[in-house]
């Protein structure tokens, strides 16, 4: 098996017709070069160079050599250099998966800004509520909302804590009154969403230890119900954001919150992150900072 390294090095000094220049080219000694030619020679059996002490020039096997190993070097360092994760500019394509609720409010804005900085990447987008095995499935990043992440094979960044508040619908709040205090959520209605082992709720059940007037296990619809005037319901402050400044929700006990949990970057464990998802994984830092607060009393 011949080194390719001999043979870089035997094409670069060929084409210069210079251990010199080729050294410098290659960023090696010229004695590197000089012996890398030789050790070559050595291996193919034949002289590929003429050798004096003001030039260097081919012979007819290294002129034959020259000509059919120049091309087949520019082909694979033109493969190399072309690898998307190899490009200063991100290229190719982002598999990112991410919950429907966060698709729902900012996804959709922040990979518009995305592609328009990027526009040599196409982003591909799987919103679902299961968490997916990024790399069985080829994914290359996730957004996921967590109160730890610990899987070692996964990297993970926090990008903003997720906080939880109460809030009604000014409808809601017109029929029943604006409580001022925790203890007064006991005589109104509540939307529950059940959030798994724990759930996410503010204040103990109705009078007479009736449950919520609507619990369910989907935010978005949580959302909506507190929207529609269903009740009080304790929401992430991110998806309530926007009807709040819609006028179409109102924080109740504003100084009453919760925190969920984080919302984590999540990537594949790897030597080298592709700019793309390096690219991106800033992107969703930098749109949430700004918005993001700790809560009271951290």
Same mark, same amino acid.
Do not use: W
């Given at each position: ?5 001999l043979?870089s090095?035997?094409? +670069?000094?060929?084409?210069?017709s210079?251990?010199?220049a ?13 012996? @890398?030619?030789?050790?070559?020679e050595?291996?193919? @059996?034949?002289?590929? !160079?003429?050798?004096t ?6 012979? +007819?096997? @290294?002129? $034959?050599?020259? /000509?059919r ?6 082909s694979m360092k *033109? ?6 994760e190899?490009e $200063?500019?991100p290229? *190719?394509?982002?598999?990112v ?5 966060? @698709? ?6 922040l990979?518009t800004?995305?592609?328009a ?6 982003v591909?987008? #799987?919103?679902?509520g ?5 790399v *069985?499935?080829?994914f290359d ?6 109160t730890r992440?610990?899987d ?10 997720v906080?939880?508040q109460?809030?009604a619908?000014?409808?809601y ?10 203890? $007064?959520?006991?005589? #109104? /209605?509540?939307v ?7 759930q996410?709720?503010? &204040? &103990?059940q109705?009078?007479? *230890?009736?449950?919520p ?10 959302? /909506?119900?507190?929207?529609a005037g ?12 926007? /009807?709040v400044?819609?006028g179409q !929700?109102?924080?109740?006990l504003?100084?009453? $919150?919760?925190?969920?949990g984080? !919302? ?6 790897a030597? #080298?992150?592709?700019s %793309?998802?390096?690219a ?8 949430? %900072?700004p918005?993001?607060?700790a809560?009271a009393?951290a």
């Open positions: 098996m011949i080194d390719l390294n043979l090095v035997f094409e +670069a000094v060929a084409r210069t210079s251990f010199s080729a050294a410098k080219e290659l960023g090696i000694p010229k004695s590197s070069a000089s012996r @890398g030619v030789a050790r070559l050595d291996a193919l @059996g034949v002289q590929l !160079l003429f050798r002490t003001r030039r260097v020039s081919l012979t +007819a096997a @290294g002129t $034959e050599l020259f /000509d190993v120049t091309p087949l070097l520019r *033109g493969a190399v250099a072309g690898l998307p190899r $200063e500019v290229t *190719g394509t982002l598999k998966t991410a919950p429907v609720d966060l @698709g729902v409010v900012f996804l959709a804005e990979v800004r995305y592609t900085r990027y526009p040599a990447v196409a591909d987008l #799987h919103l679902t299961r968490v997916v095995d990024l *069985g499935e080829g990043v996730a957004l996921r909302v967590a992440l610990e070692s094979s996964l990297v993970v960044r926090r990008a903003a804590p906080l939880l109460l809030f619908s000014p409808v709040l017109a029929r029943r009154g604006t409580p001022r205090a925790e203890a $007064e959520l006991e005589a #109104h /209605d509540q529950l969403f059940r959030g798994g082992p724990q996410l709720r503010v &204040g &103990g109705r009078p007479g *230890g009736a449950p007037r609507v619990a369910c296990d989907d935010l978005l619809f949580a959302r /909506d119900a507190v929207r269903a009740g009080i319901g304790l929401l992430p402050t991110f998806l309530a954001e926007p /009807d400044l819609a !929700l109102v924080r109740v504003p100084r009453l $919150e919760r925190l969920a984080s !919302l984590y970057v999540v990537t594949p464990a030597r #080298h992150v592709p %793309k998802v390096a991106f994984r800033d992107l969703v830092v930098e749109t949430l %900072k918005r993001a607060r809560p009393g």
